[in-house]
């Protein structure tokens, strides 16, 4: 399977690795979360049946992260792009 | 440390190649080479000046560089010779023992927004030569290799036979790349293109 980074083009998917769920913020201020919210943030994460927005890293090459959109039920990636860009499809 | 001592020049590898990561593969490169009629060829470079530098994509370094700082897979200059690999991360080769003065040079421009960083130890230049050394290095390596694909001054990072290595395609002989592995794989990358190479040997 082919992955497109975002910085070096198209390239075979064991050049890459996975980094979870993509978007998720970090606390404005942990120090006022309860513990469950702090757990929800660590620990908590979407597992949707179709299309999911996740962190990939370029790790044999270029070492950027970036993000992608992949269909969990057929592992088709729909779209790749930068870090700091919001997903280009839903 | 003395004084003395702390200013005793670095030991570098002299140009014979002595000393280097594949400097007990001279004779087998040779043998391939005539074996294969010069359709392999494999040959380690005399050691260039490695920079790794991270600096703002703008960065003024046109008259250090000979141009513009080059996009991710784009390569710019003959010497120094500047190879894009990330979105603000280059590879700088130059000759060897012009390392302190290119590093000078380079702080000038970036200043504080960046770094250079002496990283001449940390890989070593293969030449691959020879109508058939993209087919052979083909076999360890997913990127597309075909000219049409993969031609003059562009570069990648990627994994050949699983080992990481940065690919360089240079002007001249159009099938002709550079491949930089690093030190402690290049003896691993070695044994791999020879043993590839097994089948056009006549
Ligand atoms: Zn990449």
């Known amino acids: ?90 | 440390m003395t004084a003395e001592a702390a200013s005793t020049p670095v030991r570098r590898r002299p140009a014979d190649r002595t000393g280097s990561p594949l400097e007990g593969y001279v004779d087998r490169f040779a043998a391939l080479a005539a074996a294969t009629r010069g359709a392999v060829g494999v040959t380690e470079l005399p050691a260039f000046a490695h920079l790794a530098l991270r600096a703002d994509p703008q960065a003024d370094v046109g008259d250090i560089l000979g141009g513009p700082l080059p996009p991710p897979g784009h390569v710019i200059g003959e010497s120094p010779l500047t190879l894009g690999l990330g979105p603000d991360e280059w590879l700088v080769l130059a000759p060897d023992g012009t390392q302190t003065p290119l590093t000078r040079a380079l702080h000038r421009v970036i200043g504080a927004n960046g770094a250079v960083v002496d990283v001449s130890g940390q890989r070593t230049v293969v030449e691959l030569s020879g109508p058939w050394c993209r087919t052979v290095l083909a076999k360890g390596c997913a990127i597309d290799l075909h000219p049409r694909s993969f031609t003059t001054d562009q570069c990648a990072q990627t994994l050949i036979a699983r080992a990481q290595v940065i690919l360089l395609a240079r002007s001249g002989d159009p099938s002709a790349l550079w491949l930089l592995p690093r030190a402690s794989f290049a003896r691993y990358v070695a044994d791999w293109l020879l043993d590839a190479a097994l089948e056009y040997q006549t």
């Not at chain 1, 690795?17 to 970090?26: F, N």
């Not at chain 1, 949707?48 to 269909?71: I, K, L, M, T, Y």
């Open chain 1, 1 to 90: 399977m082919l992955i497109e980074c975002p910085w070096c083009g198209p390239r075979d998917e064991t050049e890459f690795h996975y980094g979870g769920q993509a978007h998720v913020s970090y606390p404005d201020d942990p120090s006022v979360l309860t513990d469950e919210q702090w757990a929800r943030y660590l620990f908590y994460r979407d597992n949707p049946q179709g299309r999911f927005a996740e962190r990939w890293c370029h790790g044999s090459a270029c070492r950027r992260w970036f993000n992608a959109v992949r269909d969990t039920r057929t592992h088709q990636i729909v779209a790749t792009y930068r870090t700091g860009e919001s997903a280009p499809v839903t």
